[in-house]
């Protein structure tokens, strides 16, 4: 609910014009409160839980399937989940909040850096979910690789989505950049 309040304040009034005393108040909580769940104003922006989605699809997928397929689909069933399923429709108040949460920080310069770490965290989360952090330096180096290269597609992939204000429906964007990378073969939508 805070972070609602937030993102709704910053696309209204601006990031940089709105203070974390003006998202606290329109939470009706104390700053004290709002800096125990959020330690920074970019947080309020950028703090999700939704690497936990992409790190169980992909322990809940075959070890026989190559790394991207399994990476990549994990970040197009983890879209289609948080997205809802609207299937060319208005978009869902989930891909509404995302959509907003997305064009502040591409278009926020305080936030991209931030957005930037996310990416790193999220890739570690896929590298641990593949057990990544193997003791075969070979092995660990592949699964990054992997990790990595997913993650830039998904990232031209959301790009893309807040450029077009979410017209496209995002695991299809998705699909697509893997798809451009990599070849058509290697996403299987499930």
């Known amino acids: 609910m805070i972070q609602a309040h937030a993102v709704r304040l910053f696309t209204e009034r601006g990031y940089d014009a709105t203070t974390v005393t003006d998202v606290a108040e329109a939470a009706g909580?104390?700053?004290m409160t709002l800096y125990r769940h959020f330690p920074t104003k970019e947080d309020l922006v950028l703090?999700?839980?939704d690497q936990r989605l992409a790190a169980e699809r992909i322990a809940a997928s075959s070890a026989a399937q190559p790394l991207v397929r399994r990476i990549g689909n994990a970040l197009i069933d983890s879209a289609t989940t948080l997205t809802g399923d609207r299937h060319g429709g208005d978009l869902t108040a989930n891909?509404?909040?995302?959509?907003?949460?997305?064009?502040?920080?591409?278009?926020?310069?305080?936030?991209?850096?931030?957005?930037?770490d996310n990416h790193y965290v999220l890739q570690q989360t896929i590298v641990d979910a593949l057990g990544g952090d193997a003791?075969?330096?070979?092995?660990?180096?592949?699964?990054?690789?992997?990790?990595?290269?997913?993650?830039?597609?998904?990232h031209t992939a959301l790009v893309r989505w807040a450029e077009d204000d979410g017209r496209t429906e995002l695991p299809d964007l998705?699909?697509?950049?893997?798809?451009?990378?990599?070849?058509?073969?290697?996403?299987?939508i499930s």
């Open 29 to 31: 909580v104390s700053p």
């Open 47 to 49: 703090i999700d839980q």
């Open 95 to 116: 891909e509404q909040f995302l959509l907003a949460r997305l064009q502040l920080m591409t278009s926020t310069p305080a936030l991209r850096a931030k957005h930037l």
């Open 135 to 154: 003791t075969d330096p070979d092995t660990a180096f592949r699964v990054q690789a992997a990790a990595s290269a997913c993650l830039a597609a998904l």
């Open 174 to 188: 998705i699909a697509k950049a893997l798809a451009a990378a990599f070849g058509d073969d290697i996403v299987s």
